[in-house]
C-alpha cells in the first residue's frame, strides 16, 4: 500500500461487513431473473447507508447514483448477483441453504465488493468528481442475461466510462489481469436433430441411421476450426452432447447433437455459423436424413476499450506493484459485460481469488467453488482505482 493511499485502510475497515454480506448471499442464492429477495436486501443496505437507490431496473436490477461535492463524469461500476442450479457440496458454516442453487461463480462476492464501495463513497462524497453509478446486475448466467434489459430502461443514460471485475480462482489471491481489445470470447450454442429411419440392426440397408449420420457430422464439424478459420483468430467448435439409440439390435431413427461456439470477433462469429449450418445440410441430404437446426445466439465477445485497458495496468500497478498485474490472454468463456462496453468505454478485469490453502481451488461452476474472501478487497481499492483516475483525467482534461 502506498503512503498516500488513505482508500485501502477505509476499505479494510468495511472488510468484516464484506465478508458478512457475502455470506449472507452465499447461503441465500437466487437464480437467474429470479433475485428478488436477493434485490430486495441490496436495496435495504444501501438505504441504510444513505444511498438514493432505484429498484426493479430490467428486472430485478438496481442502481445507485452517489455524487459527488465536485463536478465531474459520471462513471458506472457494476457487480452481478444470481447464482447457479448447483447443490453445494462445501461442509463450511455459510455454505447454501437452498436445494441445488449456489453462488458457484462469485456473483455473491461481487455484490459484497460493490456493497462496500458504495459505504465507501457514500462516507467520502467530498473526494469523488461527479457521479459515481452503482449498478447491482440480476440474470448474468442465462443468456438472454441481465444487462440488455437495464440498457434498455437507461442504466447507462450519461455513462461516461464503466468498469467491472471478476473474482477469478484460476488466478492465484494478489493477481489482478485485463487486456486491451477481445478479452472474453462471444458464446453461442446450437442444437441439431437429425431424423432417419429406423430399423432391425441386422437389417442397416432399410434403415436410415441417424448415429452414422451423427458422427460423420461430429467429424465434419471439427474441420470447421481447423480448415475454414483464420489461425490468428482464435474460435472453437465443440460437441458437448450426443444423444441417440435405445438398444444393441435397433437402428437409430433419431439423433440429437448439442454444441457450443466461442470466438473474439463478428465476422468470424458469423462464418463458423454459416458454415455449420451447410455442413448440416449437406450431410444430412447426402444420407438421406431430416434435420432441424437451432442456434442460440449469446453474448457478444467481451472487448476492453484499449485507453482504458491502459488505465488498468497503470492503476494496478500504482496500487499492488507491477508484480502483481499480468497481461492476460483472451479467455473462451462469456459475460454480457460485453453489452455495456458495446455502448461506453470501459474495461473488465479479473482479480485473483484462488488459494489452496482456503479450499479456493476448485473451478468457477464446481459444487465445492470457494474463493478467497480477500480478494474482496483488491477488487473494489481496483474499481475506486480505476473511477476516481478517470474522473482526475476527465476534470484535467476540462479545465485545460
Same mark, same amino acid.
Given at each position: ?129 461527479? =457521479?459515481?453509478?452503482? *449498478?447491482? %446486475? ?5 443468456? /438472454?442475461?441481465? +444487462?440488455?434489459?437495464? #440498457?434498455?430502461? $437507461? ?35 446450437? =442444437?441439431?436433430?437429425? *431424423?432417419? %429411419? ?5 437389417? /442397416?440397408?432399410? +434403415?436410415?441411421?441417424? #448415429?452414422?449420420? $451423427? ?186
Amino acid at each position: 500500500m502506498q503512503t498516500e493511499d488513505l482508500i485501502s485502510p477505509a476499505l479494510q475497515q468495511l472488510y468484516p461487513n464484506m465478508v458478512r454480506w457475502r455470506r449472507h448471499l452465499h447461503q441465500y442464492p437466487e437464480l437467474s431473473f429470479h433475485e428478488r429477495v436477493t434485490s430486495s436486501w441490496i436495496a435495504a443496505q444501501l438505504t441504510e447507508m444513505g444511498c438514493e437507490v432505484q429498484t426493479n431496473i430490467g428486472g430485478h436490477g438496481l442502481v445507485a447514483d452517489i455524487k459527488g461535492d465536485s463536478p465531474g463524469p459520471v462513471v458506472a461500476l457494476r457487480a452481478d448477483m444470481d447464482a447457479l442450479p448447483i447443490q453445494d457440496e462445501k461442509k463450511c458454516e455459510y455454505a447454501s441453504k437452498v436445494p441445488n442453487v449456489m453462488h458457484a461463480c462469485g456473483h455473491d462476492a461481487h455484490t459484497a465488493t460493490l456493497l462496500a464501495i458504495a459505504a465507501y463513497y457514500c462516507a467520502n462524497r467530498s473526494k469523488v468528481n461527479g =457521479v459515481r453509478r452503482l *449498478v447491482f %446486475q440480476p440474470a448474468e448466467e442465462v443468456t /438472454p442475461g441481465g +444487462a440488455m434489459p437495464m #440498457i434498455k430502461e $437507461g442504466v447507462l443514460n450519461g455513462v461516461d466510462a464503466i468498469y467491472g471485475v471478476h473474482l477469478w480462482t484460476p488466478l492465484p489471491y494478489g493477481i489482478i489481469s485485463s487486456k486491451p481489445g477481445p478479452f472474453m470470447s462471444a458464446a453461442d450454442e446450437f =442444437v441439431i436433430d437429425i *431424423v432417419g %429411419q429406423g430399423g432391425h440392426g441386422g437389417l /442397416p440397408h432399410q +434403415a436410415v441411421d441417424a #448415429i452414422m449420420i $451423427g458422427s460423420a457430422l461430429v467429424q465434419a464439424i471439427q474441420t470447421i476450426v481447423s480448415r475454414s478459420v483464420n489461425p490468428l483468430h482464435p474460435a472453437v467448435v465443440s460437441i458437448g452432447s450426443f444423444q441417440a439409440g435405445s438398444t444393441n439390435n435397433i437402428i437409430a431413427e433419431r439423433c440429437t447433437l448439442k454444441g457450443t461456439v466461442r470466438s473474439f470477433d463478428e465476422k468470424t462469429r458469423m462464418m463458423i455459423h454459416e458454415r455449420l449450418e451447410s455442413l448440416i445440410t449437406h450431410t444430412c441430404n447426402m444420407y438421406g436424413a431430416k434435420f432441424d437446426y437451432h442456434m442460440r445466439i449469446g453474448y457478444p465477445p467481451v472487448v476492453n476499450d484499449k485507453t482504458e485497458a491502459e488505465r488498468f495496468f497503470k492503476v494496478g500497478e500504482r496500487l499492488f506493484g507491477e508484480a502483481s498485474v499480468m497481461h492476460s490472454e483472451a479467455i473462451t468463456v462469456a459475460e454480457d459485460f460485453s453489452y455495456y462496453l458495446e455502448k461506453v468505454p470501459g474495461c473488465f478485469m479479473f482479480v485473483g481469488a484462488g488459494n489452496e490453502q482456503c479450499g479456493a481451488s476448485y473451478s468457477h461452476h464446481h459444487p465445492k467453488f470457494d474463493l478467497d474472501e480477500r480478494a474482496m478487497l483488491k477488487a473494489a481499492r481496483l474499481l475506486i482505482g480505476m473511477a476516481d483516475d478517470y474522473a482526475a483525467e476527465f476534470v484535467k482534461n476540462k479545465q485545460e
